[in-house]
């Protein structure tokens, strides 16, 4: 069935459309990928959508000493294709990449494609349907998506973070696209992490990870819980992160099997731990050299994490034998206001 075209000035919308992309794209405003126009009037919804003033510095981004006030942040969020009811969850990620113990600086300009990582805990998963579930690290839903492609926008585009320019990353990633799911908490077991970390359950949280590579886990199933958490391990050896943490979202199959074989996720952080292990003659020594030094080595092995603390375990994802590891630590919480 043919569409109606509007025309403005002589130009259909589709034709205004395709133009506002490639004027975006020649200004170095977007990822690559196609954007919705910041009109006036939709930013100012954006804005009102936050509960915040439109010039209130949210903070300085580097490496280009950008300003991210909540108008700028609206106007990329506009572009990322967001809801204006998103604005409070992108507000707070920033809030959380602008702590002084975050690295955001560094992974704005090495070499090594890291990117930030967004968990979001809380009632807003459901008021914003932030996929938390089956293919909740995939493609289908609008709110991770656009969240997600957001944050990276900001990253660009107020941060200063462009490839070739201050961005010296040597192949990129797919992940640095959009990297966001929620906790499934509804088949959590255990405590939800955002309430491990000192918050109230009810509340809306964002964590920022600074995160690297993914790698999904996939069987185990019916093998017992020692087994389940040597397979786990078996795929997160130190060689997949460099140091900071590992994130494992765990599956909802295998938190069922160990929380009803009576582990705890305590017990689960230091089994993994233990096991995430290789000799140290495994690695180049410059490698194990550095490890060591960091506190990830010895004479006799090098392992994932510092201690159990820095094995970060949290359930997402569908049904199904599957898990996913993330090279990822320095987590940094903050409640989403207004939501």
Not at 20 to 26: G, I, L, V
Not at 143 to 163: E, Q
Not at 304 to 318: F, I, K, L, Q
Request: with cysteine; hydrophobic share 40%.
């Amino acid at each position: 069935m043919a569409q109606a075209e509007t025309h403005v000035r002589g130009e259909s919308a589709a034709q205004l459309l395709r133009r506002a992309y490639e004027q975006a794209y020649e200004a170095g405003w977007t990822d690559g990928l196609p954007i919705i126009p910041a009109d006036r009037d939709t930013v100012l919804e954006f804005i009102a959508a936050s509960g915040r003033d439109a010039e209130e510095l949210i903070g300085v981004l580097p490496p280009r000493k950008g300003r991210a006030t909540v108008e700028v942040l609206a106007i990329n969020a506009v572009m990322a294709g967001c809801r204006p009811e998103y604005m409070p969850v992108i507000i707070a990620a920033v809030e959380g990449l602008l702590d002084p113990s975050y690295p955001l600086e560094l992974m704005q300009v090495t070499t090594n494609p890291m990117t930030p990582f967004l968990l979001v805990n809380g009632p807003v998963r459901q008021k914003l349907d932030i996929n938390y579930g089956t293919g909740c690290l995939g493609p289908g839903w609008r709110a991770n998506a656009t969240i997600g492609r957001a944050i990276r926008l900001i990253l660009y585009n107020v941060g200063g973070a462009l490839p070739g320019v201050y961005s010296k990353v040597a192949f990129g990633s797919p992940l640095r696209y959009s990297y966001i799911c929620g906790e499934n908490e509804e088949e959590n077991p255990w405590t939800p992490f955002h309430v491990e970390r000192g918050f109230q359950r009810e509340q809306s949280t964002v964590t920022v990870f600074k995160a690297s590579n993914f790698c999904n886990i996939s069987g185990g199933e019916g093998v017992g819980p020692e087994e389940i958490l040597r397979q786990i391990a078996t795929n997160m050896p130190p060689m997949y992160g460099g140091g900071d943490g590992a994130l494992l979202l765990l599956g909802v199959n295998h938190a069922r099997s160990l929380y009803e074989a009576g582990l705890t996720k305590r017990d689960v952080q230091e089994r993994l731990w233990q096991l995430a292990r290789l000799p140290i003659d495994h690695f180049a020594e410059t490698f194990s050299s550095t490890e060591c030094a960091a506190g990830r080595g010895d004479v006799h092995s090098v392992w994932r994490a510092h201690s159990p603390d820095e094995m970060y375990v949290v359930v997402a994802g569908g049904p199904g034998p599957q898990n996913v590891y993330i090279g990822a630590g320095m987590p940094q919480t903050r409640v989403i206001r207004g939501l």
